[in-house]
């Protein structure tokens, strides 16, 4: 079997970055690996530019996948559009003037980082509930995301760049439900673009994670793998332990089994754990076992779409509702009727 087309992503500051990279090792393990690239652009520094000369110069293709400051979230979301325009023009900017080369750019499409670490740490969990509710009730606001964010996929086309997007698997079940439950009250945005990847990342939904990766591979242009260690430093109620070798080819064979490209969430989680050199005399040809709970999994995934087709209109509810209490009044009225027969 052939080796899929693998990503890996990284997502480093300045000196950690510069550590990793230090010498030819990693470079030419993804080199030999036919790799790509997925470098978060968390600043224009140096070090970074110099990184991105390199790889261009050995011929590792590099996507630039786009960051924003924390203090405006980091990750792209329904409110940052303009903000995300603009750290593009800054990007392009950077990129002429250095003469960078880029194989794509990315776009990761997730909740606010202030949002998520104030929830999970319980700083302001009712001040959060309060906002999406707000939200949830303006549809206006997906609109002008999605307007905003689709001119901004037009100009990175524009530039000569394939776009892709980093997105949360449960946006395929909004889009079956006709729904923008999960958009509204998140602050995801749904997109369209050159090549859209599932951020399946089995770590986070164990014991199922493998039974989730196998129900929406199929509908992903591209699976992200992992997590094998790093990445943002969120809160530590949302700490899992990285993946092991065994659950790692696990999860990649089962992409191979849909036949799907790869995207490792990370790079520097398979050099600290010494996956990136195994990777190269890896044995495609093994097939793992399918999923034993993708039946539960099948149902549970039905269940929601229902639940946000329904959220999505709920004048159903109301009118279900207002069904069931007139035909209780209705029963209530011909019963001393039926008594008297």
């Known amino acids: 079997m052939t080796q899929p087309q693998l990503a890996f992503f990284c997502e480093l500051k300045p000196e950690p970055l510069a550590k990793l990279f230090d010498g030819r090792f990693v470079i030419d393990n993804l080199k030999a690996l036919n790799a790509t690239l997925s470098l978060g652009i968390l600043d224009h520094s140096k070090t970074r530019t110099e990184l991105v000369k390199r790889l261009n110069k050995a011929g590792v293709p590099v996507v630039a996948w786009l960051l924003l400051p924390e203090e405006e979230g980091y990750w792209f979301n329904i409110d940052n559009h303009t903000k995300a325009a603009a750290c593009y023009e800054v990007f392009k900017a950077w990129t002429d003037e250095h003469g960078l080369e880029w194989a794509g750019v990315g776009l990761d499409i997730e909740l606010d980082i202030n949002e ?54 449960f946006i395929i079940d909004e889009r079956r439900a006709q729904s923008s439950v999960l958009q509204r009250a998140l602050g995801l945005v749904d997109l369209n673009t050159d090549h859209e ?56 064979r089962l992409c191979v089994m849909h036949g799907k490209p790869i995207h490792i969430f990370s790079l520097e989680g398979c050099v600290a754990q010494n996956f990136l050199t195994r990777l190269n005399t890896f044995d495609w040809d093994q097939t793992p076992p399918i999923p034993g709970n993708v039946n539960r999994v099948r149902s549970l995934r039905t269940a929601f779409t229902a639940l946000l087709w329904m959220l999505e209109r709920p004048w159903i509810i109301l009118l279900s509702l207002a069904t069931l209490i007139g035909l209780g009044f209705l029963f209530k009225r011909t019963e001393p009727a039926q008594d008297k027969k």
């Open 116 to 169: 998520a670490r104030a929830f999970f740490k319980s700083v302001d969990r009712w001040g959060f509930l309060t906002r999406t509710l707000k939200r949830f009730a303006d549809k206006k606001r997906i609109i002008r995301a999605q307007l905003g964010y689709q001119t901004l996929v037009n100009r990175i086309r524009v530039d000569g760049y394939t776009v892709k997007s980093y997105q949360f698997p």
């Open 197 to 252: 990847v599932l951020m399946l990342y089995s770590s986070f939904f164990r014991p199922q994670g493998d039974a989730i990766l196998w129900s929406y591979a199929p509908e992903a242009d591209s699976v992200g793998v992992g997590v094998t260690g790093g990445g943002v430093d969120l809160t530590s109620e949302l700490q899992t332990e990285p993946l092991s070798w065994e659950e790692f080819t696990r999860d990649l």
